[in-house]
Every structure is written in C-alpha cells, then in structure tokens.
C-alpha cells in the first residue's frame, strides 16, 4: 500500500465499483492509515487501533465488493464471514474465534503462493534435472574408478538430452517416477464448538507419525514435470519462515468482513430462537477489541486486525448493538441505493462489467454479441422497475435479468448459421414483456 494515496485506492476501486464514494473514501482512509502505523516508531505504533467501519445498504449495492477489492489491492489476507453462522459459547454452531484461525490459513496460503513464485525457477530447473536422471542414467556416478574421459563424455551426453528436453522432444515420453503415497485419513471429530479445529490437528498429527511411503507412477513428461515442480517448490520453501512472515500479514494486514451483523442485533432477548444474538456480539467483542487467539500456527493478535462489517439493518439500527460493540466500529457509512444511471455504468464501465462477461462467454462459441445504448438503458430501467416492485437487491437484479434475457443464445449456440447477435432495445422489451407485466411470474423469474 504504500505507492497508494487513499485517492489512488479510490480511483483503483472506481474500476470495479460503481459509486459508493463515502464508503470507498472510508475504506481507502483505512487502509491508508494502517500503512502510515506502520511508520511510527516506538510505544505510539502500539497504541493506534484500526478504524473498524459499519457499512449500512441493502443487499447488491456493493458492501462485500468494496472489501474484496480493497484486500486484493493491498495483497492482504481476507475472510469473509457470515455473523448469523455464529453462535454464543454453549449452543450448537460455530465458535467466533474460527474467523482467526480461519484468516491465519488464508495468511498462510497467501505466503505460499508468493514464495512458490520466488522459487518456481529453480524447482522447473530440478525437475529437469530429475527427467534427465530417468531419461539418462549415469551408471558410473557412484564409481570413484571413473575416468575423467568418461565423466566428459556423459556431460556432453546430458548436455544434448538437456536441450532436446527443453526444446520439447520427450514431452509424450513415458516415464517412471516415485510420488509420496500419504494415506487417507478417514477420521472426523464430532463434539463441540473449535473442535473442528482440534480434530484438523489431530489429523496433521498422525499424518506426521505414519511413515511416508514411495509409489512409483507411470506418467508422460509433460505430466511428471509438474508432478516434480510441486515436490521441488515444498522442498526449496522454508515453511517456518512462511509461517513468521503470514503470523505478521494477518496481525498487520488482515481483514476480516463481517457481513449480515445486523442479524445478530435486536429481535426478542432472551428468548426463542434468537437467545444467543446478544452472546454472539459479546463474543465478537474481545476479538474485535484486540486479544489473543491460539491457532495451531500460535498465537495471533488481533489488536491491529481491520474489522469490516455490514448489514441492511431493516428492522435493526447500529445503536441496537451492545454499547461496547459499537465502540469498537467507530466509522459507519451509509450506502446509496443504485438507480437506472448506476445500473447503465454497472453493465458498462467496470473492468468485469456483466456486458463484458456475457461478451466473454459467447466469443468461446465464435458468436459476437454486441448491445447498443438503447438496450443497455432499457435492461437498467427494467431493473430498476422490478426492484421498486418487489424486494430490492441492488446490481444482483441485473443478473437475474441478463440470464432470461439471453436463455435462448446461450442455450442454442453452438450453431450454424448466424455468428453475431446484435441486442436491441426492442428485443429486450419483447423478451421481458410478458414476465413484467404479471407480477407472480417475475417474483419467480426475475
């Protein structure tokens, strides 16, 4: 993040999100000021907590985009949770602290991935190496007795091989190869909350005591190179230090989003159904206000870890959370509802606009599909329509919409005939007609 001012965050966000720009300045500012911690020396760098932020919008405007687009930008580790999947300590259901340790393994993937490419060169390099040993043995490498004319000789031998290897020659060769052969563990643990957890470590356990046997394998060379670049590329990584540098992304980087908060608030305490609503907030608090959480890599901070939730809160209202929660969510951005102007920019202006993708799709055919302004503005004046008449769920209408709109291409092609399908305003009121006007077949449809 550091060659990203919150005003380029927010340009890089504009690619991908229409609108919203309270709730991107927001995030942008947040992110920007977990760099600017970063900075400070001593005990001040300790003392300055992350601004956790509420975004507040229905369904489709745009929430979980902006936060996926923002942990993408920053190439930090990200989780997003469901808060209703959560329950209080004592009830059946997931344990809040699984979002840490569920982050921590993202951090950890994360790292992987990045050392993988560091040493991806060099793993190709030993994989080839080890093809040329199948390809080529050299029977006297062992010998002591071995002259340095038949030492010569062999190098220039494998130097050939070498390159008639890269060139491509002996990529449908069959060869042998030897592959770990770790058993499978059909184990599973039941019992009560984080013990999923528990029964993952046994199983890391075991996987560890049983002896690692060797299979051989038969395979082509294009196959058993990747085969040997994956051994390769586990035995180059140092996964203690993968460990230590994921340990300092998630306790420095990481964000967790959040969403559905506001079906954890309110409804009747105390009883029925919705008992542990109240006991999940409390048990997201000493996570969300800073503690410790073990996870089998150790244990993770959570003080300077960036909490993002959101909700639609109809029946609810940020001030119905405990007093403590909402303390610890100082920054609440209200979301705008999308109109038929948004819709037009959301169908077009993205870099993945849903046009784009549609386009995308039917190209694999051969076929060239192309919409011209009318049609585009009649799809977001249909949405916008089927929105204000039933339940509102933002950009999602447009999905609905595209898909019936375009069943029969997507359906018929591939075919002979015509390659291009020109989309026209006409053809998308003629489609749409009859499944707007009856009210019980768009609720089902659209």
């Known amino acids: 993040m550091k060659e990203l001012t919150p005003k380029q965050i927010v340009k890089e966000l504009d690619r991908y999100i229409v609108g919203q720009s309270k709730a991107k300045k927001a995030v942008a500012i947040a992110m920007r000021n977990r760099w600017r911690r970063q900075q400070i020396d001593g005990m001040m760098r300790n003392e300055i907590m992350p601004n956790n932020i509420i975004m507040i919008g229905s369904t489709g405007v745009g929430k979980t985009e902006i936060a996926r687009r923002i942990a993408r930008l920053a190439n930090a580790p990200f989780v997003k949770v469901e808060a209703s999947k959560f329950t209080e300590v004592g009830y059946v259901g997931r344990d809040v602290e699984s979002i840490i340790r569920d982050l921590m393994e993202t951090g950890v993937t994360l790292v992987e991935k990045e050392k993988e490419v560091e040493v991806v060169d060099l793993a190709m390099h030993l994989a080839n190496e080890h093809i040329l040993d199948i390809l080529f043995p050299d029977e006297h490498k062992n010998d002591p007795k071995q002259s340095k004319e038949v030492k010569e000789r062999h190098e220039r031998t494998r130097s050939r091989l070498r390159k008639k290897l890269l060139d491509g020659n002996f990529e449908n060769k069959m060869i042998e190869i030897e592959i770990s052969d770790q058993p499978a563990l059909g184990m599973q643990v039941f019992g009560p909350m984080g013990m999923e957890d528990i029964g993952m470590n046994i199983k890391d356990m075991l996987s560890n005591a049983l002896p690692k046997n060797k299979k051989t394998k038969k395979m082509l060379v294009s196959e058993a190179r990747e085969v040997l670049i994956e051994d390769e590329t586990q035995k180059l990584i140092d996964h203690d230090e993968v460990i230590r540098i994921a340990k300092n992304k998630v306790e420095n980087n990481g964000i967790v ?165 020109s989309i026209t305003a006409k053809f998308v009121n003629e489609s749409l007609k009859d499944i707007i006007e009856d009210q019980d077949l768009s609720r089902y449809i659209l």
Do not use: C, W
């Open 257 to 421: 989003f959040l969403d559905e908060i506001d079906k954890v608030v309110g409804g009747d305490r105390g009883t029925g159904p919705d008992v542990s609503r109240e006991g999940v907030q409390r048990d997201l608090l000493p996570i969300v206000e800073g503690g410790n959480v073990s996870t089998k890599y150790g244990v993770i901070s959570t003080d300077h870890i960036l909490f993002i939730a959101a909700g639609a809160f109809h029946v609810s209202a940020p001030a119905d959370m405990i007093p403590e929660l909402q303390g610890r969510f100082p920054i609440r951005v209200e979301l705008d509802k999308l109109n038929t102007s948004d819709f037009i920019k959301i169908l077009t202006h993205p870099k993945s606009a849903l046009i784009k993708q549609y386009t995308a799709l039917l190209e694999a055919e051969g076929v060239a599909l192309s919409f011209n302004a009318a049609a585009i503005k009649a799809i977001a004046e249909i949405a916008s329509e089927v929105n204000l008449k039933m339940e509102n769920i933002g950009a999602r209408r447009l999905h609905t919409i595209l898909t019936t709109l375009l069943e029969d291409p997507l359906f018929e092609h591939p075919k002979r005939g015509s390659k291009r399908i």
